[in-house]
């Protein structure tokens, strides 16, 4: 299975945001909704082996991880309103520190990066690191941002995973994701 | 410069449509939204060296070309509902057979694939093609499907152009274009 864990610095932490609204309102939501499409929809069906981690951090009370799973995540199509609506239902929901499923394949909990952390060993995406392509065994669990850069707090806690770049020009979170699962369809099928 | 065009075979043709809805009523269009994005967008700006043309086939007045110029294009911000306001806007004014500008780099057409076909020589993105990464030069100008195959009439006046792949999975076409992308901008630096 591959991970994938995205930080969202200022998405929300409640579902009072309007579905029309996910780029201001809600925190630049939309960024985060990409990134879940990006993970685990393909052309014909859904990536069954990957999950997807939210990490919220905006208002008013974060944080919050919002984990959708592709192995049993249902009613979730590729337009950014689709993991909107899921998003906006799983922080609807009362949560502790344990994950709650929402609606499935959906589930959500009151915790943040830390946490993660603790729980997967994670590559991060970043211009500086390794080329994916030379790189040898890829980790399972990878690590992005927002459009926003890592916090220094968040530098610190990450530095020392290991250090990935899809390519030479700086592209958004979700573009990064679709990259790397190439490459790792790639290496899979024994394309490379 | 690199060109994008994509089929939208039920998109809509004019600007009677809700941003709300481009999933449904407007014909599929955030399947065409996300292929704009995918061609134009950075993590920090545009890719001024790329153009995006959507054929639109949906009622009420097909063909039409809205052609997205990376060069001039302005207000593209990477949610799904920036580019259909830009588009709806471009459907909303009177067009002929010549491209008139509905926005800054934003233009409108009445005329369809087989015009693009005359103008560009272009590479089809399909799975049955050539592996990108395996290919000599490649073209300057992909031709894309959205949610639907190719019909038979568009896969005779398509068949003699060059096929191309991405990898072994099949993709959605904004997916696709991202990949491609990749191994353009890795051959632009010297990465491969």
Redo the contacts between chains.
């Keep these: 299975m591959t991970v994938f864990a995205i930080v969202g610095h200022l998405a929300r932490t409640d579902g009072a945001f309007s ?2 609204d ?2 201001g309102g809600a925190g630049r939501m ?2 985060l909704c ?1 990134c879940v499409n ?1 993970s685990l ?4 069906g859904l990536r069954r082996d990957v999950e997807c981690s939210l990490v919220l951090l905006g208002q008013p009370v974060p944080p919050k991880t919002v984990r959708f799973s592709g192995s049993t995540v249902r009613s979730l ?6 993991p909107a609506a899921l998003i906006k239902k799983a922080l609807s929901i009362p949560c502790g520190s344990e994950f709650r499923e929402a609606s499935p394949g959906v589930s959500v909990r009151k915790s943040g990066l830390l946490r993660l952390l603790q729980e997967h060993t994670f590559g991060v995406l970043d211009k500086q690191g390794t ?1 994916i392509r030379k790189a040898g065994q890829l980790p399972d669990a990878f690590l992005l941002s927002d ?1 926003l850069d890592f916090t220094p707090d968040e530098e610190a806690i990450i530095a020392d995973c290991p250090h990935y770049s ?7 979170a979700d ?1 990064a994701i ?2 790397l699962l ?1 490459e790792i ?2 290496r ?2 024994g ?1 490379t």
Tied chains: 1, 2.
Excluded: K, Q
Aim: proline share 6%; net charge negative; charged share 20%.
């Design positions: 579905l029309n996910c780029a939309d960024v990409r990006a929809t393909l052309s014909h199509n590729p337009d950014e309103r689709s080329d459009h899809v390519g030479p020009v700086v592209l958004h573009h679709t990259v190439n369809d790639r899979n099928a394309w």
